[in-house]
């Protein structure tokens, strides 16, 4: 169909050119949603045909609707030119498509934000601190805002309006006001980003970060390999004078970073990541995935570090569980019963049964140690439990005085005095056993009391 020309597509194609250079949009999406406008205006008259498309000339940008007749298999049959008159097209149709081409203006600068960070996950932004919450913190990226929930920041980490900030983009949300970016100041991933921006080496591949280990807002350990032998994965990170951490330290406000070299060999690995501790052994035990490291007696606290800090990070970074033991420990475990297990006999009781065949233990016999015996509660000898029945006698007496007596009182005076008396003669027997015996010396008397004891 030969196109016909139409007033005001000077104006058109004008408008259309200064929208799509405003708002960073290609002519020929503009086209398609102007289109769109044209249809959806068209299909509100009442004469309007049920199928229909519009054409639009981009040399003249000439609007057309093309009318069509379709069979039941959706066929077109034929077409043709059902262009509303000139009134209809300058105000009928002026207002419809004023208002979609804004909403499709909108929807479409809405895709292009997203498609802009969709992929770019996992990367790191810098932004302005513009709003600061006790839920979140916004964050100006440009043409977007960025959310920054608290539960990805660092705790105590306080931010200033205003204030340049790098972040994780760990998720972009598809939403009807545009995408969500949510970042973060916590994830292990932001001291990857950040080592790229400062070590040439990582941003070219030659040193490799292979394990990360993080508890934000105090300490971070990293493992790094070089693929070239001639270039130090650690110097590289570390820099001159310490100028490439530190950078990494003063964007993470003070938060301390190990850099370890990494191993390949699991004991090497486990030793490295200890550091600054001197490791003296690395034991492992594959199949629970444990590793029993022996350091100097004087080396325990720094390994384990404050808290259980140094040790727990070195088990994430590794990925064995670590067990720290100086050699005094060692020594100790080894000379006892290092090695065997507890048994659950019929009765309920543990006992812990020697690997050597050795004859089993109790519990109290095993945390005794080797060549000692458990405390056992003291038992009497001799006539001392003559007291105690004659004290459980006169309660007996004082029972029967309250049962059976109409006025008790005077029994029960009788049987207390009696109570008391036993008791008392208790006490004596005590003190007599105890006194030196006659013609003794002092010396002896001491000896006797010494060993008794």
């Known amino acids: 169909m030969k196109p016909k020309d139409a007033s005001g597509s000077d104006e058109i194609r004008q408008a259309l050119e200064a929208v799509a250079q405003a708002k960073s ?18 299909k509100r008259l009442p004469e309007a045909e049920e199928f229909a498309r519009v054409e639009i000339y981009p040399d003249t940008f000439e609007i057309r609707i093309i009318a069509q007749e379709l069979d039941e298999d959706f066929n077109v049959l034929r077409e043709w030119d059902d262009t509303p008159n000139e009134t209809f097209m300058q105000r009928v149709m002026a207002q419809t498509v004023k208002q979609v081409m804004s909403q499709r203006i909108r929807e479409v600068e809405r895709d292009q934000k997203y498609e802009d960070y969709a992929g770019r996950e996992g990367s790191i932004v810098t932004g302005i601190v513009q709003q600061v919450d006790q839920r979140f913190t916004l964050l100006d990226l440009g043409k977007v805002e960025a959310l920054l929930p608290s539960a990805e920041q660092v705790p105590h980490e306080r931010f200033e ?12 949300r598809k939403t009807t006001k545009g995408p969500q970016i949510v970042v973060s100041r916590t994830h292990p991933g932001l001291i ?7 070590v040439p080496e990582i941003a070219n591949g030659i040193v490799e970060i292979r394990a990360c280990a993080r508890e934000p807002g105090h300490r971070t350990k990293i493992a790094v390999y070089s693929n ?31 850099i370890v070299p990494f191993s390949d ?14 490791v003296k ?9 444990v590793a029993t490291v022996i350091v100097n007696d004087y080396q325990l606290s720094l390994a384990i570090g404050r808290e259980g800090q140094n040790a727990r990070l070195a088990g994430r970074l590794t990925g064995w569980e670590i067990q720290i033991k100086s050699e005094a420990q060692l020594a100790e475990e080894e000379a006892g019963y290092a090695e065997g297990e ?14 050597d065949g050795s004859e089993a233990m109790s519990m ?14 003291a038992t009497s000898t001799g006539d001392s439990d003559a007291p105690v029945a004659e004290a459980d006698e006169a309660m007996a007496k004082i029972d029967a005085a309250i049962t059976d007596d109409d006025d008790p009182v005077p029994a029960i005076d009788a049987a207390i005095v009696e109570a008391d008396a036993a008791t008392t003669d208790d006490s004596e027997t005590v003190a007599s056993e105890t006194a030196a015996p006659e013609g003794a010396s002092p010396d002896q008397v001491d000896t006797d009391q010494g060993s008794g004891s």
């Open 364 to 377: 109290e016999q095993y945390y005794a140690g080797p060549g000692e015996t458990p405390d056992e509660p």
């Open 228 to 258: 070239d032998q001639n270039v130090d994965p650690v110097g590289s990170c570390v820099g001159a004078r310490g100028a490439r951490v530190r950078m990494v330290t003063n964007e993470l406000r003070g938060e301390k970073v190990d």
């Open 342 to 355: 507890w048994v659950e006999r019929e009765g309920g009781e543990m006992v812990w049964v020697p690997a």
């Open 265 to 278: 060999d699991p004991g090497e690995f486990v030793m490295r990541a200890l550091q600054p501790a001197k």
């Open 281 to 289: 052994e690395v034991r492992l035990d594959d199949e629970l995935g």
């Open 25 to 42: 949009i290609s002519t020929d999406m503009l086209l398609e949603a102007l289109a769109q406008a044209m249809l959806a205006a068209y």
């Open 161 to 172: 309006r205003n204030a340049r900030l790098k972040a994780y983009i760990v998720e972009v």
């Open 192 to 198: 990857l980003r950040l080592f790229e921006l400062e």
